[in-house]
């Protein structure tokens, strides 16, 4: 899962990425009490606070505007603002941004993070904060704030915001009226929100979306099936959205509708509770090819023949750390045939972790008639621990096992 956080990180710089043109060799000059460092191509990262909470390395909103106030760089590409200190003890638990905070400078992507050891602080971002950037902001996160006096106010004026990012972070009552970002965002990522409840929101204010993710809020199937419904059958579900992510959200089966979204070619759902895959569950529109799906520590018992349907040859599909013990030629031999005929190296089915028998036949297609296909099969093992590509295809005959 590292490497489909880096993935998801990765595709999201995407969208943010600036054609600029360096005149000069990118430096770092002194930002203490932040610290900065070069990030090519796209230019500084500027990280002020302390994620461990140590008070020592403790840095206020008040030093930052300082470190701006008297460095010469002109543009930053991400700051990272990590448990800023209140100003004052009489603050108590609040930070406040204030106006002015970049003083000329501009940034890409800002990070504001308020988590203590202690709990969330409360976070208030001044309308004016990062005036400077207005034009320029593409990407902006919240992460371990109380939010109950942010209003969002600070990004009205935004031209370029087309990615969100809101995680650990409690009451959070949504956006509020009349904020034009909202309509142009392309990427939104709630995570780890749980008293979050206006879900109802998404279907209609958020119509240019291509990436929604939201993780780690334990919604359950009656509430994600509303909210999927909805969506699907919104301009967003229609026209624009191509990634989907609900991990971890108490999910025991397939949210209905997912193959209605015409656009979809990444969905996941790592680390939910979902036992059965039917036959139609994941159905990909014609013309689309299939990147991700991730199914990972479900619980998964079986999957039906015809659960995966669409393009799939270039296409990584995770049904890892499950508790299968079948692996039908009516489930996988078209994809694993699509990928076996794709030029992508990246393509496979990764199965790692499952207890699969393979004491009878149901095997025979694929380790005796479709030895080319192993090596699109990535961790297959028998439940005695014997890999897949280590069987005997003659087994098969010993069994009098009919040829697929």
């Not at 509020?176 to 909202?182: I, Q, S, W």
């Amino acid at each position: 899962m590292v490497f489909i956080f880096c993935l998801l990180l990765a595709l999201d710089a995407l969208l943010l990425v600036r054609h600029f043109t360096f005149r000069a060799a990118i430096v770092c000059e002194d930002y203490s009490p932040c610290v900065c460092e070069v990030y090519q191509p796209y230019g500084l990262i500027v990280h002020c606070g302390d994620a461990n909470g140590d008070p020592r390395l403790s840095v206020s909103a008040h030093d930052v505007r300082n470190v701006f106030n008297r460095t010469t760089a002109r543009h930053i590409y991400w700051l990272d603002l990590l448990s800023l200190s209140p100003e004052t003890t009489e603050s108590g638990d609040l930070i406040k941004i204030p106006a002015d905070l970049l003083s000329d400078k501009t940034v890409d992507r800002i990070a504001v993070n308020c988590s203590t050891a202690a709990g969330p602080l409360r976070l208030e971002i001044h309308p004016e904060a990062f005036n400077s950037s207005i034009q320029h902001i593409g990407h902006f996160e919240v992460a371990g704030c109380d939010l109950s006096r942010l209003k969002f106010d600070f990004l009205a004026n935004t031209s370029r915001l087309i990615s969100l990012s809101i995680s650990r972070s409690v009451r959070f009552q949504g956006f509020p009226p009349a904020l034009p970002f909202v309509s142009r965002l392309k990427s939104l990522r709630i995570y780890e929100c749980l008293d979050f409840q206006h879900w109802n929101e998404i279907s209609v204010r958020f119509p240019q979306l291509e990436s929604l993710f939201l993780d780690g809020t334990l919604l359950g199937d009656h509430s994600v099936n509303q909210l999927v419904s909805s969506i699907a059958s919104s301009p967003t579900g229609n026209d624009t959205l191509q990634q989907l992510s609900l991990w971890e959200n108490k999910l025991t089966r397939v949210p209905d509708h997912i193959s209605s979204f015409k656009k979809l070619s990444y969905v996941n759902f790592f680390g939910n509770a979902i036992r059965h895959v039917p036959k139609g569950s994941f159905v990909f529109h014609a013309g689309i090819r299939v990147a991700f799906l991730i199914l990972s520590k479900n619980s998964l018992r079986r999957i039906d023949p015809g659960a995966f349907q669409g393009d799939f040859s270039e296409a990584s599909v995770y049904i890892d750390f499950n508790q299968l013990t079948r692996f039908d030629s009516g489930v996988y031999q078209n994809l694993l045939e699509q990928m076996h005929r794709s030029a992508s190296a990246d393509a496979g089915l990764y199965v790692h972790n499952n207890p699969f028998a393979c004491s009878d036949c149901h095997l025979a297609w694929l380790i005796r008639d479709n030895r080319h296909l192993l090596s699109r099969v990535h961790g297959g093992k028998c439940s005695n621990g014997t890999r897949f590509e280590d069987l005997n295809p003659k087994h098969d005959d010993d069994y009098n096992c009919p040829s697929s």
